[in-house]
């Protein structure tokens, strides 16, 4: 079956980029970022693949919490590493 994510239960952070400017490991390393994801399992926040340290999926690789969002401005897209799928959750399911 395509087009599913199984890991919906582990979102449990869905806030978007509202007080959110930074990297946290990147700033403790120095270094610099391209875009922010957060992991909706933790919340913590990381940096996009087109950033030098990839932060958001060595925190993938290092806890296996399966789905980040962007906190880019207007962006409310989810990605799934383990499905490799990208989709979208209405913001208020209820
Ligand atoms: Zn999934
Ligand atoms: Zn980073
Ligand atoms: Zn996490």
């Not at 919490?65 to 401005?73: K, L, T």
Request: hydrophobic share 30%; charged share 20%.
């Amino acid at each position: 079956m395509t087009g599913t994510c199984t890991h919906l239960g582990t979102v449990h952070h869905r806030e978007d980029g509202t007080g959110v400017d930074a990297c946290p490991a990147c700033i403790a390393m120095g270094s610099h970022w391209s875009h922010l994801r957060r992991c909706t399992e933790c919340g913590q926040i990381g940096c996009c693949d087109n950033s030098p340290n990839r932060h958001a999926t060595a925190h993938y690789r290092a806890t296996k919490h399966p789905i980040i969002r962007s906190v880019e401005p207007g962006e409310e897209w989810y990605w799934c590493y383990v499905d490799e799928l990208a989709f979208e959750l209405a913001d208020r399911a209820h």
